[in-house]
């Protein structure tokens, strides 16, 4: 047998160090892909919970949206709530008028009874048991219950004018928020792409750098212009983000809820609800000029309740019921006299008693109640009613003053609004041609950097311009509708109601789009 090389070892032989040290190698490589696996299973485990938790985008048209904001924000619903109040005051006014059913029942044990000591026992009756009917009207309250029924019906009419007027007021409040967030999407649009004309023409510039065409000042003055835009996105995005969060609160979905915003505003729209709106309504019609009126007339019929602490009440009632008067226990039986011999033993003489039932006590009658003297109560009553009804007059004419003053101010705005909204469409459609014919006389050679940066400012100015002006006009149309008294009107709809993602980024390397 040959021998064998001197590193090959016999079974059970210690192995070489080289040998420990791959065995240690392989073993380490295979705990670090076993780690590898249980950590990645475990980043898996805890991101499926959270994508699960993570909300949808919801597709919110503005109908929807006002909708909603009637149905379940708290403006809305305070305002029911106060109707519901008034309505409630009417069942109490008008209970007072109503005849009234009672049903009474008392029981009572005498511990001990001075007359049946005094007199005889004739009168002690340790237990007496009462169970009656009370039937009463009060016929003449001077007039209380009659305006009082007034004063409460008045009260809730008011406060429906009065919710019809915040859920106006709800109404243009959810449009101006999601027409700012229209506003501020279509702004971040438009300085986007204004970002990308800048980061297009810095390279440009650049490569006119490169080839001697330009100077190192053109591709300063490049870079400065396009760092001075970025400010303004984050100023856009962060005026949609506040005009979202204060939809969200107007209609109770949750801040963390994202959003898309569906409904769109074009001239043409707007357009639309020009036609639908006029100013030939009166200030009266408002609901709170309605409301303020209502209530003056409330506060009068409170005056007449107050002077009828002064009048007479007369009342009639009939009261039917039975009594018993047993000797211990509850009663169980009609009450009867029974004859019984009397206590001296003679014969001539016959004595009665009752059997402890139930007698019959029925009983008619009329009350009459006149406060000659009060304290003066009633007097300071009627003088809080009478304040109280100043007040409420004065209220109206501020009411009515701060309403024509409203209409004032919205027609004003509706005839700027108007004015700016023709112009701005026709100053756009100028400077994009001017922007674009700036481009082509620098691409050419024949103009400056500075003319195409003052043409690209001025195209930036103009569409956000043209961009506000509709938007302006579309609420200023909502504004003059609700301070006319007009149901504000919706523009068409497009999108669905359905759960989506948000819209994509528009294409920077794209012209700015045109509204």
Same mark, same amino acid.
């Given at each position: 047998?040959?021998?064998?090389?001197?590193?090959?070892?016999?079974?059970?032989?210690?192995?070489?160090?080289?040998?420990?040290?791959?065995?240690?190698?392989?073993?380490?490589?295979?705990?670090?892909?076993?780690?590898?696996?249980?950590?990645?299973?475990?980043?898996?485990?805890?991101?499926?919970?959270?994508?699960?938790?993570?909300?949808?985008?919801?597709?919110?048209?503005?109908?929807?949206?006002?909708?909603?904001?009637?149905?379940?924000?708290?403006?809305?619903?305070?305002?029911?709530?106060?109707?519901?109040?008034?309505?409630?005051?009417?069942?109490?006014?008008?209970?007072?008028?109503?005849?009234?059913?009672?049903?009474?029942?008392?029981?009572?044990?005498?511990?001990?009874?001075?007359?049946?000591?005094?007199?005889?026992?004739?009168?002690?009756?340790?237990?007496?048991?009462?169970?009656?009917?009370?039937?009463?009207?009060?016929?003449?309250?001077?007039?209380?219950?009659?305006?009082?029924?007034?004063?409460?019906?008045?009260?809730?009419?008011?406060?429906?004018?009065?919710?019809?007027?915040?859920?106006?007021?709800?109404?243009?409040?959810?449009?101006?928020?999601?027409?700012?967030?229209?506003?501020?999407?279509?702004?971040?649009?438009?300085?986007?792409?204004?970002?990308?004309?800048?980061?297009?023409?810095?390279?440009?510039?650049?490569?006119?750098?490169?080839?001697?065409?330009?100077?190192?000042?053109?591709?300063?003055?490049?870079?400065?212009?396009?760092?001075?835009?970025?400010?303004?996105?984050?100023?856009?995005?962060?005026?949609?983000?506040?005009?979202?969060?204060?939809?969200?609160?107007?209609?109770?979905?949750?801040?963390?809820?994202?959003?898309?915003?569906?409904?769109?505003?074009?001239?043409?729209?707007?357009?639309?609800?020009?036609?639908?709106?006029?100013?030939?309504?009166?200030?009266?019609?408002?609901?709170? $000029?309605?409301?303020? *009126? =209502?209530?003056?007339?409330?506060?009068?019929? #409170? +005056?007449? @309740? &107050? !002077? /009828?602490?002064?009048?007479?009440?007369?009342?009639?009632?009939?009261?039917?019921?039975?009594?018993?008067?047993?000797?211990?226990?509850?009663?169980?039986?009609?009450?009867?006299?029974?004859?019984?011999?009397?206590?001296?033993?003679?014969?001539?003489?016959?004595?009665?008693?009752?059997?402890?039932?139930?007698?019959?006590?029925?009983?008619?009658?009329?009350?009459?109640?006149?406060?000659?003297?009060?304290?003066?109560?009633?007097?300071?009553?009627?003088?809080?009613?009478?304040?109280?009804?100043? $007040?409420?007059?004065? *209220? =109206?004419?501020?009411?009515?003053?701060?309403? #024509? +003053?409203? @209409? &004032? !101010? /919205?027609?004003?705005?509706?005839?700027?609004?108007?004015?700016?909204?023709?112009?701005?469409?026709?100053?756009?459609?100028?400077?994009?041609?001017?922007?674009?014919?700036?481009?082509?006389?620098?691409?050419?050679?024949?103009?400056?950097?500075?003319?195409?940066?003052?043409?690209?400012?001025?195209?930036?100015?103009?569409?956000?311009?043209?961009?506000?002006?509709?938007?302006?006009?579309?609420?200023?149309?909502?504004?003059?509708?609700?301070?006319?008294?007009?149901?504000?009107?919706?523009?068409? $709809?497009?999108?669905?109601?359905?759960?989506?993602?948000?819209?994509?980024?528009?294409?920077?390397? &794209?012209?700015?789009?045109?509204?």
């Amino acid at each position: 047998m040959r021998d064998r090389p001197p590193h090959v070892n016999r079974r059970g032989a210690r192995p070489r160090a080289g040998n420990i040290e791959s065995l240690w190698g392989v073993y380490f490589g295979m705990l670090s892909r076993l780690r590898l696996t249980i950590l990645g299973a475990a980043l898996v485990a805890l991101a499926e919970p959270a994508a699960a938790q993570r909300p949808d985008t919801l597709a919110l048209t503005l109908e929807d949206a006002v909708r909603l904001a009637l149905r379940v924000g708290d403006e809305a619903r305070l305002a029911s709530a106060q109707v519901q109040l008034t309505d409630a005051q009417i069942t109490t006014a008008r209970a007072s008028g109503l005849p009234q059913l009672r049903i009474n029942a008392t029981q009572t044990h005498v511990i001990e009874n001075a007359r049946a000591q005094a007199v005889g026992q004739i009168f002690n009756q340790p237990n007496t048991y009462n169970a009656n009917a009370n039937l009463s009207f009060a016929f003449f309250q001077g007039g209380r219950a009659r305006a009082g029924l007034r004063l409460a019906s008045r009260s809730r009419d008011a406060a429906r004018l009065n919710a019809e007027e915040v859920r106006s007021q709800v109404t243009l409040d959810v449009q101006r928020a999601y027409v700012l967030a229209l506003l501020g999407n279509r702004v971040t649009e438009i300085r986007t792409a204004g970002y990308q004309l800048a980061s297009d023409r810095l390279g440009q510039v650049e490569r006119f750098l490169q080839a001697g065409r330009a100077a190192r000042y053109d591709v300063l003055r490049a870079r400065v212009e396009r760092a001075n835009l970025e400010p303004m996105i984050v100023e856009a995005k962060n005026a949609t983000t506040i005009a979202l969060l204060e939809l969200k609160r107007l209609t109770n979905i949750p801040a963390e809820q994202p959003l898309a915003l569906t409904t769109r505003i074009d001239p043409s729209a707007v357009r639309m609800m020009l036609a639908s709106v006029t100013d030939t309504v009166l200030v009266a019609e408002r609901p709170s $000029v309605r409301a303020a *009126e =209502l209530v003056v007339q409330a506060r009068r019929d #409170a +005056i007449a @309740v &107050a !002077r /009828a602490d002064l009048l007479p009440t007369m009342s009639v009632f009939i009261q039917s019921g039975y009594q018993a008067f047993p000797q211990g226990g509850f009663p169980t039986q009609r009450g009867e006299l029974l004859t019984i011999p009397c206590a001296d033993g003679t014969t001539t003489r016959i004595c009665t008693t009752q059997n402890g039932g139930w007698f019959g006590d029925r009983t008619i009658g009329t009350t009459l109640s006149w406060p000659l003297f009060d304290g003066l109560r009633a007097k300071g009553n009627i003088d809080l009613a009478q304040a109280q009804a100043r $007040v409420a007059e004065l *209220e =109206l004419a501020r009411e009515r003053e701060a309403v #024509a +003053i409203e @209409v &004032a !101010r /919205a027609r004003a705005e509706f005839q700027r609004a108007q004015a700016l909204f023709a112009a701005r469409q026709q100053n756009a459609g100028e400077a994009t041609e001017a922007f674009t014919l700036a481009s082509l006389r620098y691409d050419r050679g024949l103009s400056t950097q500075l003319e195409v940066s003052d043409a690209q400012l001025a195209l930036l100015t103009a569409q956000t311009n043209e961009a506000s002006a509709v938007y302006d006009l579309y609420l200023a149309t909502a504004e003059m509708a609700r301070a006319l008294g007009r149901p504000i009107p919706f523009p068409p $709809v497009s999108g669905a109601r359905t759960t989506s993602t948000p819209e994509p980024t528009p294409n920077a390397n &794209a012209a700015i789009p045109p509204r």
